[in-house]
Nanobody, 126 residues
């Protein structure tokens, strides 16, 4: 088990910024690829971003490319999602997740991830 706890969500105006954090428990955090998904009311879960276990490779959905940045600090067992220039369509619950093994072809598939956090709400007001 890899308990994941997200934080940093909140209410922000259009064009604003937020930084989400996801803290993991356990000694093996550094071996997991990490991802962020989001789910808006009435919509399916959507891939946002992912990062390899060493942090050397990152992936982004087209909708957030250039605005969001994923990073990780393995010494702190934490992955971050810096979100800039937020838009109303970014409003959703954001979930952190961890995968033991995931190839680049499947990083955007939620079924690739073994562990999930409870989510943190991000609301962007226009």
């Amino acid at each position: 088990q890899v308990p994941l706890v997200e934080s940093g969500g909140g209410l922000v105006q259009n064009g604003g910024s937020l930084r989400l954090s996801c803290a993991a428990s356990g000694r093996t955090f550094s071996v997991y690829s990490m991802g962020w998904f989001r789910q808006a009311p009435g919509k399916e879960r959507e891939f946002v971003s992912a990062i390899s276990w060493r942090g050397s490779t990152t992936f982004y959905a087209d909708s957030v490319k250039g605005r969001f940045t994923i990073s990780r600090d393995n010494a702190k067992n934490t992955v971050y999602l810096q979100m800039n220039n937020l838009k109303s369509e970014d409003t959703a619950i954001y979930y952190c997740c961890a995968a033991t093994v995931v190839t680049s072809n499947f990083v955007s598939d939620y079924r690739s991830y073994n562990y999930w956090g409870q989510g943190t709400q991000v609301t962007v007001s226009s």
